[in-house]
């Protein structure tokens, strides 16, 4: 079993190599024209592209990502599982999920926002967020743990 450490740093790698295959699927182009256009080798981009990338480092990854202008957040947390490799808010077209005329137009206004804040406000906003929803969490702990053992004091 690895260390926490270990176990972490695979999670971020197979998840920046999951977000770099979705941004390149569906592009219509080979593998090897990708490859060139990255200056990756075509077997390095056949890797990223199934998976299998125990043998990559995460700093090749995060050039590539940063070579076709992936705006990635990276997160670790307390447990390994916690860690992963999102797209930054705001990237793409606002996505419709809902019927909603009133959810849609918050998330339009939401990506609209985002527009408008420096680099340092979207950390900033988001280590606030990070810091909420630990904050939920561990509310949900203490709320299930005494609903579980009732009487027990917190």
Request: hydrophobic share 40%; charged share 20%.
């Amino acid at each position: 079993m690895p260390s926490p450490e270990v176990a972490c740093i695979q999670g971020l790698r197979s998840d920046v190599a999951l977000q770099i295959a979705r941004c390149l699927r569906g592009r219509g182009l080979s593998q090897l024209a990708v490859a060139k256009r990255l200056g990756v080798p075509q077997p390095t981009l056949s890797k990223i592209m199934n998976g299998r990338v125990a043998d990559l480092s995460l700093e090749l990854l995060l050039r590539i990502a940063v070579r076709l202008g992936l705006p990635l957040v990276l997160q670790t947390g307390r447990v390994p599982t916690e860690a992963g490799a999102y797209l930054s808010p705001g990237f793409g077209p606002p996505t419709r999920r809902s019927g909603s005329k009133l959810a849609n137009a918050a998330r339009d206004s939401l990506h609209e926002g985002l527009r408008h804040l420096t680099l340092e406000q979207r950390l900033d906003a988001f280590l606030e967020h990070n810091q909420l929803v630990s904050e939920l969490h561990e509310a949900g702990r203490a709320a299930e743990k005494a609903r579980l053992n009732p009487g027990t004091p917190q």
